[in-house]
């Protein structure tokens, strides 16, 4: 089964095509273009899971490269691979896509742009296909401009609102400051392997040649090159996965459609940079992994941190995958690339539902995202909550879920990584606060009684049904081809971890390449089980405190201050303001940039422009000096002297009478006097 | 008194003479006749010069003074006609009545 | 052949000054004639041989030769390349044109006489008449800025023509030095004795005070001058905002289209071969020079307040790649000769970013032309707002423009880019590190025109704002298509240079 090699390129091209075609479309054709977003969705995902099945019958990586462009006698290659870590990812992309295409059909019914909806979201779908499949790291670091692209275009989908506008805008920005790294340490990359293919029958830059000689040289600050690009190269993982500190967008980025939300900033493409990571793994070196690992520790207590303060749903939702990102990276510093990689796929899983389950609420309030306006919804939308529920034990790594198999993994390499324990205390904290925020989150919306504000008496216009109004009715349940997709989430959150529990790791074997053995005795590794049980202790100790806080008394009133506001309001606020982050960039990165921009505006006009105009003056003086001399020195110079010769000749024309005798006169007393000179001259 | 200062007094003395008259009278004939005496007085230097000068043999001054009579001669012509047709324009040979070329 | 092409519109613009008497008949008469330009344009990019090294199609007549003048043309993979570029350019701009009432017969015909000038230049190889035509293609600038522009279009044009005549007095002066030195004019000629290295030798013969190599350094920063002004590199060029916001979009297409591209020529054909060593002396301050040229106009356009200057200072910005670029390439290569794959890569990265700059930034200010001529001159940055919603089908191919601009992949402002980085990095780290950040000020500002322009709340004063009509969406479809085919594709250009850049690398030590 090699032509699925050959292929392959059709899984991301697909998606692609039906984004042009798409695009060509008219507003009302939105059946059309919805089954065609659906249908090449599908035929991807059947080509992803033969893939797969070829995966896993040839574990070695496979790889087909073209030439793309020629530069002097040199050709510029790209190509596409298929290992098992792609393979997961396709199945795992084309899966949740798939689904969360078919939720949107119903999340985006009413909406006047749903064609192009839909035309983003495959051409988002075909460019993260790409990222996954490359073989090359200039095409994955164009597919993954497309994607960061798509994720501008469908974060300010909804773009006559300002905060739309802006979100995207930045969303798009701060993961281009990422993006620059990585650029760089790609051509650096280029410069010191001569390609970037990353497997090229022995000659690409991830194979063992490439990696000795870019170990052998020492750059700046002492560094190992590898190191450096390495790093580099990190840098675009941090601006995508929205590591500290370019994480600022992502919460941002919730101005976005829910769908939008569940795909691009839960699912795949924040895991983007965690997947780079992974497939570059052979580059990074134990120094960059420090630093990866350090990165995604911080990430991941600093985000759960912030997530404990918010209320707005998807907010939360999105500080808690800012800070499962961060257990990634710490997944892949500290562990290898199977501990990181299972967070991620498990994590898409869950928190696709989340924020599919998100979705189906605000759909069925009525556009209302904050939490302390929802409440009782759990005998609204039972479907709803019992898919959420089932997300949310996930997340908080309930024992048996599939986040708890995941996040153990992680921590268990925490624990043991030689380095520092640092990283494993900061995780250990950030799941108890992972479970704290949850069970608020929960509470708050499902449980008590329905709180109404005052504020929404007066009907507000929503973004996506700008001409009806809204109307308070009660929550109601979302259609099914909403609820379908989170309960077939919902069932993958629940068992998806047991493909790699220690007793059974296939997952990790199916990315190692190895054959899985069912082994009870895996649990027996030394202190395993007392992780497991410290780490089950922190969930429930964590559920446990979102309980006394939030669920044991009803929240009754909207406005009433939050359990944790009144225990310690500073801090509350401080979290609740996400810790001025924004401030602090607004006060010195933009600033200095605006200030930088108007110096060079102000450069540009006075000195260069004013050190022109100086010459352009200067020249223009000596223009009117010398029209200044032309007029009175020269011209009147010259006048003058002819008046004078003029008047001279007057007088000479007295003498000129015309007398011959006159003549004779004035020659003969020329004569005596010459002759008188003359004799006077001899004599003396 | 050598030879040679008499002979230039004669002829600074014709010089004076034929200047006087050239200056003086009005009647345009009488004008040329002064010309043609300071005309004689040059020619009477030349050969004053010529016959005590330091190469009596060479017949320099001789020959100038031949060539300078024939075109006295050749000039008194030329004038005499000058004369007479202004003469016949002007209906006068007074010179200081004829004061502009133009006819 | 090539003659016939640069007589073509010649002849075309004074048919059409001369008889023309209305608009229609001239603007008719200027896209036959600019057609058939890009038809034979094209026909030689089919008929250059890319693997046979040296000149294609050459015609060499005697001329004076007495004084090494002769009448000398032909192309090579650059020529061909600029030939092409122009005539598309200029196509773009009268199709843009097409439907301004207020361009009469007579704008048409200096159009063409432009395109003349632009043709003669990219082929001529001997000095005098190469000059002649550099110069010439001034005029009808000057005249179309003049007579077209905006409020403030006659001190624009003033300015641009001083300024860019000043760069051509240094550039006339270097010449006439070598000339007196070397006795040739022929472009060629000088190429092959710099690469013998005698031109600095017989520089010696002038009997001047200083000594040849030092004259040498002085030529080339006098030749340097005239490009620089040309292209433009910083701080040469604040002719260029202004002549660009005033002049007739129509023009500032052709202006920032193909006339910049002559200074990048110029860069290209004259001072990297003939001046090689004394461009490795010099390399340090163009390196910086051509930084500055990337990053202070990026910065700069943020804070424009007109469309049309945010996106001359984009322009000075991406030709800034280009110089960075070429500064890179001239690196002295000695006996690591693994230095000229990547030469080979900056160049072809600039060849790449010349043709397609000049595409992108064509279709950006014909877009800003067809909003202009909507909105009665409007252009603001914050005149506008929430046009996606109004005009949906304009801002969707607009915005492709803005992000080929911003060099996103699969269009094509990303291949170019990606060439010169990656081949200017190895030879110059710190200069392309600080490079990038112009990509990251390009993202800044151009998305905040999209925000700005597009986005937000509609502004109530462009509802009934008409879209794109069949015709125009025509007319700039094969522009927006021609940027997905060179970003998906680009060995269309880069199969067709690297011929002519393999020989160019052999000749710089």
Known sequence: MTWIVNYLWLIPVLPML?????????????????????????????????????????????VANIHWMQFGDQWVSLGWLLDPLAAVMLVMVTFVGLLIFIYSTGYMAHDPNFTRFFCFLSLFAGAMLGVVIANSLLLLFMCWEVVGLTSYLLIGFWYHRPAAAAAAKKAFITTRIGDLGLLIGMVWLYAQSGTLLFYDNGSGCLEQHAISALAAHITI?????????????????????????????????????????????????????VYLVARVYPLMNAHALEVVAWVGATTALFAACIAVAQNDIKRILAYSTVSQLGYMMLGLGVGGVAVGMFHLITHAFFKALLFLGAGSVIHGCTEEQDIRNMGGLRRFMPVTFAAYAAGTLALCGFPLFAGFWSKDAILHSAHGWGISRGPFYFGAIGALLTAFYMTRQVYYVFFGPRRVPEAQAEPVASPRHPAEESVIADPHESPRVMTTPLVILAVFAAFLGFVGTPAWPWFQSFLAGQPARFDIGGFSEPGLMALMGVSSLIVFAGIGLGWWLYGCKPIVNATDPDALERLAPGPFHALANRLYVDEIYEATVIRLTRFA???????????????????????????????????????????????????????????????????????????????????????? | MNPLAGCLLVSALLFAIGL??????????????????????????????????????????????????????????????????????????????IGEMRG | MITALTLLPLVGGLFILGLCRTRDSARLAAVTFAFLSLVLAVLLWFGLNPETPGMQFEELHAWAPSLGIAYHVGVDGLGVLMLVLSALVVMMSLAASWANEKQGPVYFGLVLLLEAGLFGTFTALNFVHWFIYWELSLIPAFFLVRLWGGPGRARAATQFFLYTMVGSVGLLLAFLALYLATGKFDLVDLTQLAQANQIVPSLANLHLRISAECLGQWLFW??????????????????????????????TMLLTGAMSKMGIYGFLRILLPIFPQQMQHARTPLLWLAVATIVLPAFAAWVQKDLKRTFAYSSINHLGYCILGVCAAAQFMGPQAELGTEKAAALTGVMLQVFSHALTAAAIFWFIALLGRRTGGQRGVDDFGGLRKVIPVFSGLMGIAIFASLGLPGLNGFPGEFLIFKGAFPLAPWATSLAVLGLLMTAIFLLTVIQKVFSGPVNPRWEAMADLTTTEQLAVLPAIALMFVLGLYPQVITGMVHGTILQWIGGLH
């Open chain 1, 18 to 62: 039906a984004a042009g075609v798409c695009a060509l479309l008219k507003q009302p054709q939105r059946r059309l273009s919805a089954t065609l977003a659906i249908g090449s969705m599908s035929v991807s995902f059947v080509l992803a899971l033969i893939a797969f099945a070829e995966a896993l019958s040839h574990p070695a990586i496979q």
């Open chain 1, 221 to 273: 600050f002492g560094m190992v090159v590898s190191t450096a690009i390495g790093l580099l190269i990190f840098c675009g993982a941090v601006g995508k996965s929205g590591q500290l500190p370019l994480h600022v967008w992502l919460p941002d980025a919730m101005e976005g459609p829910t769908p939008v939300s569940a795909l691009i900033h839960a699912a795949t493409m924040v895991a983007a940079g």
């Open chain 1, 597 to 684: 921009s108007a110096f060079s505006a102000w450069l540009d006009r006075w000195i260069f422009g004013g050190l022109v105009n100086l010459v352009a003056w200067i020249v223009t003086g000596f223009g009117w000096l010398d029209l200044g001399l032309d007029k009175y020195v020269v011209n009147g110079g010259f006048d003058m002297g002819c008046r004078e010769v003029s008047l001279f000749g007057r007088f000479f024309t007295r003498i000129q009478n015309g007398r011959v005798q006159n003549y004779l006169r004035v020659i003969a007393v020329a004569l005596v006097i010459l002759a008188i000179f003359l004799l006077w001259g001899h004599r003396g």
């Open chain 2, 20 to 97: 006087a008259g050239a200056i003086t009278r009005r009647s345009a004939i009488l004008v040329l006749a002064g010309i043609e005496l300071m005309l004689s007085a040059a020619n009477l230097n030349f050969i004053a010069f010529w016959r005590f000068g330091p190469h009596p043999e060479a017949l320099t001054g001789l020959i100038f003074v031949i060539f300078s009579i024939a075109v006295a001669a050749a000039e008194a012509a030329v004038g005499l006609a000058l004369i007479l047709a202004i003469y016949r324009h002007a209906k006068t040979s007074d010179v200081s009545e």
């Open chain 3, 222 to 251: 006098a030749a340097f001058l005239g490009f620089a002004v040309k292209t433009p590199v910083v701080p040469f060029h604040t002719w260029l905002p202004a002549t660009y916001a005033e002049a007739p979009s129509e023009t």
